[in-house]
């Protein structure tokens, strides 16, 4: 990757620039596997795009980064995902 | 080398157009509109061959130069006044952004009440925006200095805007003789542009990303040595124009009849110029006196005022003024002698609305001065006198 010799706001792509984002969230978007029907909406719509695809067509969150929005659960058809608040502390 | 005879306004259009940008974009506002209309001349002509964007606003004129500097493009436009102040944000954006869009700002009073004539205000409003500013007191000055500010601009120890400030109509309106190179002369003095970054989608980046403070301070602090470097950086490229065209308008700080002067006169823009003649006369009755004009407000000369106030004391003529304090170059002045030097200061507010400042004007102040009867700071003929 072509790197520039200025201090300025340019980044660069990387897996987690800000850090850690998943330690933003307020609500965590649980999912139960027996509901999900593998239409992969959410895995289009997540505007973060922490949502992974497995092999076998199941799909995984990862909370390191997901910041909790909410877009899944409101796309998911079968209600397999639903946003529950964070544990206090 | 031939010689044009032309106003401020055609004359920039001109220089703006032999430094080949590839993207122009711009508003026409009052009093700049001649120098729009000088750039779409060009088009018609087929002497310009970038992209010409005729925008909807200041506010976009701006955006689209930081666009397109931002995809690696060399940029121009022109704005004055309201035009400016409407740019005000993206101002900080391109100068943070580190993205060297090359501007002409005719200097008109800021409404109300409603007035088209030469004032600083609106420049001197724009100063903690990051550009550098040059102020010019010469169509010949104004053709050098944007040409100039490119390769200033654009310089890798710099990559900064510049603004090219200069009086509205006095200049700008005004038709003077202009010595313009040829075509291959000004490629050998401005080579292309290569941007300090750009966004490229075979190198994807982002740009204007969120970053925390301890970054942010970093790129404050790497703005401000960027105007350190230009202060070398200037006179160096005047130097380098003087050698190729013949041709020196002074670096930070343009001086005349200095030396053994007692007293110095200082101001920017076309004050500059009028104030020459008012040395000469001033100097055949005997005093001793001479003329610093300043070109650089941003970066701000200090070194170059602190020699000044070792050798004499200082009259300062502002055509503005920072309400509730004093005049802009007034008060930077006095600023950078604080315990450097004990020179005397003495500051003057004068043609604020446009109002004229005649030779005659600029003797009064400086005899004023030199006969001990000005206070430390004053609004010279505000009753109309
Ligand atoms: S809550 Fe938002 S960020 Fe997290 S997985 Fe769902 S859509 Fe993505
Ligand atoms: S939208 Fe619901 S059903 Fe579809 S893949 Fe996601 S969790 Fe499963």
Redesign the interface.
Known sequence: MKKYDVVTSISYPKKGAMGKTGSWRVFKPKLDKNKCVKCLQCWVFCPEGVITKNKDGTIDIDYEYCKGCGVCANVCKVKAIIMEREAEG | MKVMIDTGNYVAAKAAVMAKPDVIAAYPITPQTTLVEGIARYVATGEFKGEYICVESEHSAMSACIGASAAGSRTFTATSSHGLLLMHEMLHWAA???LPVIMCNINRVVGPGWNIWADQNDSIAQRDTGWIQFYCSSNQEIFDTVLQSFKLGEHKKV?LPVMINYDAFVLSHTSMPVYVPEQKEVDDFLPSFKP??KL?VD?????????GPA?YE??R??MQDAHEAAKTLVPEIAKEWKNKFGRYHGDLVERYKCEGAEYILMAMGAIGAESKVAIDNLRAEGLKIGLARVRTFRPFPAEEMIKLGKQADLIVIDRNISIGSEGALFNETKASLYNKSDAKVHGFIAGLGGKDVTYQDIQNICKKVINGKAKDFEWYGLEGD
């Open positions: 943070l952004a580190r990559g300090l970054w490229d190198n994807p980046i982002t740009f204007g990303n969120i970053i970054y970093k790129v602090k790497a």
